[in-house]
């Protein structure tokens, strides 16, 4: 008994830092059409994933790939406060790298997800976002657009 009560902390220690890979299905909350042609407002976006929660309060680093984002590919990398454990919300802040260039203004994020342990050291995390911001700029256009959009998806993260 005294061996589990003093490894408890070691393996919870252990399990702040996790790392992974997961998808999100992203769709625009409004269509989006320049001069004639319509755009494709929704797909599927990679990410990478960093997170330290050590505790309700934890912190999630992403870089993700949207190979189709209203026509052109881009990065998005962003930053989560996280509050929660199985169960949790977060807000966010990223911002948009697209056609040589990041975006003017960063985008904002809410999320709700779902963390799921399935092995000591395996996670699976399935979460919705709310991101929003005034506008986007797109390439070789003159106007901004409105891009809020949802995001649902999942994450497999391996503790370290």
């Known amino acids: 008994l005294f061996g589990v009560l003093v490894s408890a902390p070691a393996v919870r220690a252990a399990n702040d830092h996790r790392i992974g890979v997961g998808a999100n299905y992203w769709v625009a909350l409004e269509d989006i059409e320049l001069e004639d042609e319509k755009l494709d407002d929704d797909g599927l976006a990679f990410l990478a ?8 309060l934890g912190l999630e680093l992403d870089i993700e790939f949207l190979p189709d984002r209203f026509g052109e590919s881009a990065l998005a990398p962003e930053a989560f406060i996280l509050f929660g454990r199985s ?10 790298y697209s ?3 990041f975006s003017d203004e960063p985008f904002y994020a809410l999320r709700a997800g779902l963390n799921l342990e399935l092995l000591p ?3 699976l995390d399935i979460s919705g976002n709310y991101r929003f911001n005034d506008s986007a700029e797109l390439k070789d256009d003159e106007t901004d657009i409105d891009t809020d959009t ?11």
Do not use: E, H, K, M
Not at 87 to 96: A, R
């Open 121 to 123: 050291i395996l996670y």
């Open 99 to 101: 056609d040589d260039n």
């Open 150 to 160: 949802v995001f649902f998806g999942a994450t497999v993260r391996l503790a370290l």
């Open 49 to 56: 994933s960093y997170q330290y929660w050590p505790s309700l």
């Open 87 to 96: 169960i949790y919300c977060g807000i966010g802040i990223g911002i948009t």
